[in-house]
């Protein structure tokens, strides 16, 4: 095998062989990962994406805002990846349904981007945050309902995946039965599996169905605000911007969610100020963007001409990975990781630029109503497993808790009385729970957040 040379784009010096971003390293330990190439190349490093592709992954703060917000030295379009103009990214790659250019705003630049995104914004604007809230408070007691009695569950299953979707199905104007099917082809398109065409294909063709549905019957949801805005979007620009704000607001929100409550039920510290009323909830999911954003990863940007980052020459055509998650632990910026930054919102989590997230006061809505619904009628919420024993499932763009079992005292009472959410299963015996059950069910005990709720 030839040594590449300087001049060839996104490789490593001689003898330092890129690392890739998929498989069982990166997927074991990727904030490990991310260290070791910040510590062989600095702020920008060649990696490798499914298939050998080369690319770049910005580790640094600094390089990661440079590249989000010059879209002229960095496009978002597609269409100028050299590999892919090379014919070396076939149509069934697995990064296809993400790398393949579509009419939709995160995808274009310029007059077309503000065209398109200004459709978005404004049609997402014209949501009342309250009933959001309201829409969120249901869904919630809806899904603790479905285990207030058993006095287990699992967090993810039971309640950071389902919640998003249930509400965006709301937003978009979905029944609710569309919810847990739409979470596993979701999950399953952003994992770049072997099935992620097909995942893609269902909810492309759940959205074109949706789209024909309110062209007949409009409501107040976003989908007929899109259909009705003075753009005058095609119905393909509709599907397309439908698909990625639900498949971002699942993404994002349910790691959020899972994130934050992992941290609040295993860091005595985090839940000490919480309970102390140093940290509002909002200051504590700010904390959880900084050291566990639900990207890890956003894919991609590329090259429009050769050009320089950190230090590295970048050559035309060369496609880049904002790092998020290494981005927002950068020494630059961080020194001393221990050091609270809740409050501060300079995070990478919804990156930054014309493409940063446009709905993420709708994501932080729903994880803050989400978890302050859940914490307020289950108080005394105890992790069930011993926190070393909690595993996670990694790929490119995002990694997530497989599950997160817990217990709590049962209680025979619902509050909601609605129809229980389509397409739950029961969550399974927790593994061990650490503290011994009495033989006798004792009252309720109060909990550090039911003593945080009363000093309000």
């Given at each position: 095998?030839?040594?590449?040379?300087?001049?060839?784009?996104?490789?490593?010096?001689?003898?330092?062989?890129?690392?890739?971003?998929?498989?069982?390293?990166?997927?074991?330990?990727?904030?490990?990962?991310?260290?070791?190439?910040?510590?062989?190349?600095?702020?920008?490093?060649?990696?490798?994406?499914?298939?050998?592709?080369?690319?770049?992954?910005?580790?640094?703060?600094?390089?990661?805002?440079?590249?989000?917000?010059?879209?002229?030295?960095?496009?978002?379009?597609?269409?100028?990846?050299?590999?892919?103009?090379?014919?070396?990214?076939?149509?069934?790659?697995?990064?296809?349904?993400?790398?393949?250019?579509?009419?939709?705003?995160?995808?274009?630049?310029?007059?077309?981007?503000?065209?398109?995104?200004?459709?978005?914004?404004?049609?997402?604007?014209?949501?009342?945050?309250?009933?959001?809230?309201?829409?969120?408070?249901?869904?919630?007691?809806?899904?603790?309902?479905?285990?207030?009695?058993?006095?287990?569950?699992?967090?993810?299953?039971?309640?950071?995946?389902?919640?998003?979707?249930?509400?965006?199905?709301?937003?978009?104007?979905?029944?609710?039965?569309?919810?847990?099917?739409?979470?596993?082809?979701?999950?399953?398109?952003?994992?770049?599996?072997?099935?992620?065409?097909?995942?893609?294909?269902?909810?492309?063709?759940?959205?074109?169905?949706?789209v024909d549905r309110k062209r007949v019957v409009p409501g107040r949801d976003f989908t007929s605000w899109l259909l009705e805005h003075s753009t005058q979007l095609t119905d393909e620009e509709i599907v397309e911007h439908l698909r990625l704000v639900?498949?971002?607001?699942?993404?994002?929100?349910?790691?959020?969610?899972?994130?934050?409550?992992?941290?609040?039920?295993?860091?005595?510290?985090?839940?000490?100020?919480?309970?102390?009323?140093?940290?509002?909830?909002?200051?504590?999911?700010?904390?959880?963007?900084?050291?566990?954003?639900?990207?890890?990863?956003?894919?991609?940007?590329?090259?429009?001409?050769?050009?320089?980052?950190?230090?590295?020459?970048?050559?035309?055509?060369?496609?880049?990975?904002?790092?998020?998650?290494?981005?927002?632990?950068?020494?630059?910026?961080?020194?001393?990781?221990?050091?609270?930054?809740?409050?501060?919102?300079?995070?990478?989590?919804?990156?930054?630029?014309?493409?940063?997230?446009?709905?993420?006061?709708?994501?932080?809505?729903?994880?803050?109503?989400?978890?302050?619904?859940?914490?307020?009628?289950?108080?005394?919420?105890?992790l069930a497993v011993y926190e070393g024993e909690l595993e996670w499932k990694s790929s490119l763009m995002s990694r997530h808790l497989i599950e997160l079992p817990v217990a709590f005292s049962p209680d025979g009472t619902a509050v909601t009385g609605a129809t229980p959410v389509p397409g739950r299963v029961p969550a399974p015996a927790p593994v061990r729970v650490?503290?011994?059950?009495?033989?006798?069910?004792?009252?309720?005990?109060?909990?550090?957040?039911?003593?945080?709720?009363?000093?309000?």
């Open positions: 095998m030839s040594t590449p040379s300087s001049s060839d784009p996104a490789v490593p010096p001689p003898g330092c062989p890129a690392h890739r971003l998929y498989g069982p390293e990166a997927e074991a330990d990727p904030a490990a990962l991310y260290e070791k190439l910040r510590a062989e190349y600095g702020p920008v490093a060649p990696v490798l994406v499914q298939g050998d592709l080369p690319a770049w992954l910005v580790l640094g703060h600094r390089e990661n805002l440079d590249v989000a917000r010059t879209p002229t030295r960095f496009s978002r379009d597609p269409r100028r990846w050299r590999d892919m103009q090379e014919g070396k990214v076939p149509p069934d790659h697995p990064l296809t349904p993400m790398t393949a250019w579509q009419p939709v705003c995160h995808l274009v630049e310029g007059a077309e981007h503000e065209r398109l995104r200004g459709a978005v914004t404004e049609s997402l604007e014209r949501f009342d945050r309250r009933g959001i809230r309201r829409y969120v408070t249901r869904f919630a007691n809806q899904l603790i309902d479905s285990v207030v009695q058993t006095g287990r569950a699992d967090l993810i299953a039971d309640f950071a995946e389902p919640l998003p979707m249930l509400v965006m199905t709301q937003l978009v104007g979905m029944p609710d039965s569309y919810g847990p099917r739409l979470v596993e082809a979701a999950r399953d398109m952003l994992k770049g599996t072997e099935t992620a065409l097909a995942s893609n294909k269902y909810i492309t063709e759940t959205l074109e169905q949706l639900l498949i971002a607001a699942f993404e994002s929100t349910a790691n959020l969610i899972a994130n934050t409550l992992r941290v609040v039920l295993t860091d005595r510290r985090f839940r000490a100020s919480l309970s102390g009323g140093h940290m509002t909830l909002p200051d504590a999911l700010e904390q959880v963007l900084w050291d566990d954003p639900p990207f890890l990863t956003i894919l991609g940007r590329w090259a429009t001409g050769d050009t320089e980052l950190g230090g590295t020459p970048i050559k035309a055509g060369d496609m880049l990975l904002l790092g998020l998650a290494p981005g927002n632990v950068d020494p630059e910026i961080r020194p001393d990781l221990a050091v609270p930054v809740h409050g501060n919102r300079s995070h990478l989590a919804f990156s930054s630029g014309p493409h940063e997230c446009p709905g993420q006061d709708i994501g932080r809505a729903i994880a803050d109503t989400g978890i302050d619904t859940l914490l307020t009628r289950l108080p005394d919420l105890e650490p503290l011994p059950v009495p033989a006798e069910q004792p009252a309720r005990r109060a909990s550090w957040w039911s003593r945080m709720a009363r000093r309000g």
